[in-house]
């Protein structure tokens, strides 16, 4: 069959929002489709202009037997009115006969919350995505396993338990990762390949979109170093980002990952990470970096306690500086991430966390403000403002708490905290000379000059991109 995966922007008929992530989750669902036998395309609109009237002529232009429309990817949300104009269309476009679904990184409630916010859907998968939507493409009237149907009630059918090991590698050729780009503190030098090891996250932070995947569930070491020698053979990958949430969740399989890493995998591979700073160790962040581990993000979002707890994050603040010392000290670059509107936060709480951070010395720092997909704003708060990626980092509505007194204070703390933390003449300095030390000089010349200029961008308020 001939199978059409859309990838819908996140505005339609408006200045186009640039994408930092590929498609993970659609490119192996992509890959399991090609090893069922179909014809797939891929068609990323979120690189696109989004008007209307073109994204649906292109998709009939395909003439898919069966369509796909991505509710949710890596990093990406789509606003239900959004799709709701974006399916309607596509239904009038289409013939009549082609079934018409939507997929994603969704649990059943988040499943069905979908289908009830979108009218002109019929039905939504969810899951793992490689398992529903093969299933549903190969009989699309079957009550497959991992799809919720519209009706009176709605049919629930479970979602079957995925062997991660048994998913085939993502479809790379389907998309130009040349497209895509991550923050220039994030760039190794060549072009970075994003690798899922394990799918979910233990914790239950109440902002994170990784919570409507439930549970947390890896891969094997075996199956890990099968695709990075796989994309060293076929892309001649020098440099791959972990995207796992949370690296380390399993400190045991973290380790064997790195012990096996450097003879088994790809030679002189470099990589990068996400985790939370009571994740890892001296040892295991040494171990990391003997395996080729240059730059970790760390999760860190506040160091106030109250609003930490309130946020649900379970993190005790006290873990943090010990983890960017011990992480500097095997060698490995640091970005710490802030948020900017926790609950329980309050601008002077910020701006003390702020100081501290800086104190801590990470390499770099990433400020967001805090944007959620509710409808209903969390006890004590307010939604300032309608779905909006133009203005702000992420999808989602922003989230005033009540410590802060409105959306445009929020961004202004953010834009003060890119000056503050970047404009140091301590932090210019010892910039300056990590570079000299690097021993690529010209690498990290070019990078600090993309960085720089981003981050003049977010001091002047403007959105990461």
Same mark, same amino acid.
């Given at each position: 069959m001939r199978v059409l995966l859309l990838l819908p922007p996140p505005v339609l008929d408006a200045a186009p929002v640039h994408p930092r992530h590929p498609p993970l989750y659609s490119l192996t669902t992509a890959a399991a489709l090609r090893a069922a036998g179909h014809d797939v395309h891929i068609s990323d609109e979120h690189l696109r202009d989004p008007a209307l009237a073109r994204i649906v002529a292109e998709a009939a232009a395909h003439d898919p037997d069966v369509l796909l429309v991505c509710q949710n990817d890596y990093n990406r949300k789509i606003d239900p009115p959004v799709l709701d104009r974006l399916v309607r269309a596509l239904r009038d476009a289409l013939p009549g006969d082609a079934p018409v679904a939507a997929y994603g990184r969704l649990d059943a409630a988040h499943a069905r919350a979908a289908l009830d916010a979108v009218p002109a859907l019929d039905i939504v998968l969810y899951g793992e995505p490689e398992l529903s939507v093969v299933a549903f493409v190969a009989d699309p009237s079957a009550a497959v396993q991992g799809s919720i149907r519209r009706g009176d009630p709605h049919v629930d059918t479970p979602p079957e338990r995925a062997d991660l090991d048994a998913l085939p590698f993502s479809?790379?050729?389907?998309?130009?990762?040349?497209? *895509?780009?991550?923050?220039?503190?994030?760039?190794?030098?060549?072009?970075? *390949?994003?690798? /899922?090891?394990?799918?979910?996250?233990?914790?239950?932070?109440? *902002?994170?979109?990784?919570?409507?995947?439930?549970?947390?569930?890896?891969?094997?070491?075996?199956?890990? /170093?099968? &695709? /990075?020698?796989?994309?060293?053979?076929?892309?001649?990958?020098?440099?791959?980002?972990?995207?796992?949430?949370?690296?380390?969740?399993?400190? &045991?399989?973290?380790?064997?990952?790195?012990?096996?890493?450097?003879? &088994?995998?790809?030679?002189?591979?470099?990589?990068?990470?996400?985790?939370?700073?009571?994740?890892?160790?001296?040892e295991l962040l040494g171990a990391m970096a003997a395996a080729g581990c240059w730059n970790i993000l760390f999760g860190i979002e506040s160091l106030n306690e109250p609003a930490l707890k309130a946020a649900r994050k379970n993190l005790d603040p006290a873990t943090v500086e010990p983890a960017i010392r011990a992480a500097k000290a095997a060698g490995i670059e640091v970005i710490a991430s802030i948020m900017v509107g926790l609950p329980g936060d309050s601008a002077a709480g910020f701006e003390d966390t702020l100081g501290r951070l800086i104190d801590m010395e990470p390499d770099f720092a990433q400020f967001f403000v805090t944007q959620i997909t509710a409808d209903v704003a969390p006890e004590g708060g307010t939604l300032a403002s309608e779905w909006d990626g133009s203005r702000y980092d992420f999808f989602g509505r922003v989230y005033v708490p009540a410590g802060f007194e409105s959306a445009a204070q929020l961004v202004e703390l953010r834009r003060r905290a890119f000056r503050r933390f970047y404009l140091r003449p301590s932090y210019i300095a010892s910039t300056a000379r990590r570079m000299l030390r690097s021993g690529e000089v010209g690498g990290q010349l070019a990078r600090a000059a993309r960085g720089g200029l981003l981050a003049a961008r977010l001091a002047a308020g403007e959105r990461l991109s």
């Open positions: 479809a790379w050729d389907l998309v130009d990762i040349g497209d *895509y780009g991550f923050s220039p503190h994030q760039e190794a030098a060549d072009t970075v *390949y994003p690798v /899922l090891a394990s799918r979910g996250c233990p914790f239950p932070c109440f *902002y994170c979109e990784v919570r409507i995947r439930p549970g947390w569930i890896a891969r094997s070491v075996d199956s890990v /170093l099968a &695709e /990075l020698n796989h994309l060293r053979a076929t892309h001649r990958t020098r440099a791959v980002f972990f995207a796992d949430p949370t690296f380390g969740v399993d400190r &045991e399989w973290a380790l064997e990952l790195c012990r096996r890493l450097p003879a &088994e995998g790809p030679p002189d591979l470099r990589w990068s990470c996400m985790s939370r700073t009571d994740r890892v160790d001296p």
